[in-house]
């Protein structure tokens, strides 16, 4: 089965970093777009940042320049390096897969979530 499992949260202070690791089972980790995801009480869950197969990356607007994600497709983990934390930056943080199921076709795999708290 697919699993994703994240580690790595915690409480931090503003400004200060954190990373985020997500390793994944149950997929051919290499061929898979992987992305970071948040969601804060009582809103919806967002795109924080993607890696494509190709190492291609995309953020959102609101962490571009202090987020980082990277993949290891020899350890399938792909990290969240988070520097200059914001206390807007609190939420639970969701690793997901989507990978085809054929036919143009594809299904969403979240991981258990894990809480970053960014507060002095």
């Known amino acids: 089965q697919v699993q994703l499992v994240e580690s790595g949260g915690g409480l931090v202070q503003p400004g200060g970093s954190l990373r985020l690791s997500c390793a994944a089972s149950?997929?051919?980790?290499?061929?898979?777009?992987m992305g970071w995801y948040r969601q804060a009480p009582g809103k919806q869950r967002e795109l924080v940042a993607v890696?494509?197969?190709?190492?291609?990356?995309n953020y959102a607007d609101s962490v571009k320049g202090r987020f980082t994600i990277s993949r290891d497709n020899a350890k399938n983990t792909v990290y969240l390096q988070m520097n200059s934390l914001k206390p807007e930056d609190t939420a639970v943080y969701y690793c997901?897969?989507?990978?085809?199921?054929?036919?143009?076709?594809?299904?969403?795999?979240w991981g258990q979530g894990t809480q970053v708290t960014v507060s002095s």
């Open positions: 890696i494509a197969s190709s190492g291609s990356t």
């Open positions: 149950g997929i051919i980790f290499s061929v898979n777009a």
């Open positions: 997901n897969t989507r990978p085809s199921t054929g036919l143009g076709r594809y299904r969403d795999y």
